[in-house]
């Protein structure tokens, strides 16, 4: 148990890049997945828009991350996420943001985009052998914000313009997490999860602006580390 903790808290403290995360996960994948415990690599896609944003419509990101599984007992599990890049926003046609060189009538589209650090936390049932339902909370904290307009000058020619609003939006946000998923193997492999996610905190500093909030459907997939070594290697021994 004390080797156990002592690896978890070591790849907790080198995780600074996406470069670390792929390290830790490949070299302690195998050390940290026993019968009650399951690590492996999470990515995904997001798709996100905000609350009330003018002529919001949904944006694709992505997010990548590592996570555990423990097994509490034949239908019950916690299962905490850390995803170090988690793409949020919106897109859609508005001009309210829009910077005073930019002609109004030449924009073509927008984008907000909202780059996080996010950590989740899902218990899960185990509803089948494979399926589950999970249902939480995350919190997440902003590492970027840009405001990107796409305008079209002439016929055959598109610019792009990106305003940084990082001062303007919301540091921290809390949502709340409900979704469905798959395990293949007959339940020893790879996770697909289906999740909704709903913000509860207003992403614009200015409260003279309607409040908008992070809404998201996300998809995950979980990849175990490590599991299945030790079958491979006692089918080479014999």
Known sequence: MKKLLFLILLASLSITTARSQILIALVFGDKLNTPNIEFGLNAGANFSTLSDHPDAKYAYGLNFGLYFNFKLSDHFYLHPEFLFIDKMGTRGS?????????PDDE???????LDY????FLPRYKLTNQLYFEAGVQTSLLMT???VFMVKPEENAELYYKDFIKDDITRMDVAADVGLGFKFGGGDGVNLSLRYSHGFINTLKDETLPAEYNRAFRVHV???IG????DIQKQLDH
Do not use: Q, Y
């Open 94 to 102: 508005d001009n309210r943001d829009l910077p005073a060189e930019i």
């Open 107 to 113: 924009t073509l589209e927008t984008w907000r985009k």
């Open 117 to 120: 650090m996010t950590f989740i």
């Open 145 to 147: 914000a840009d405001d």
């Open 222 to 224: 979980g990849i175990p």
């Open 227 to 230: 599991l299945g070594k030790e």
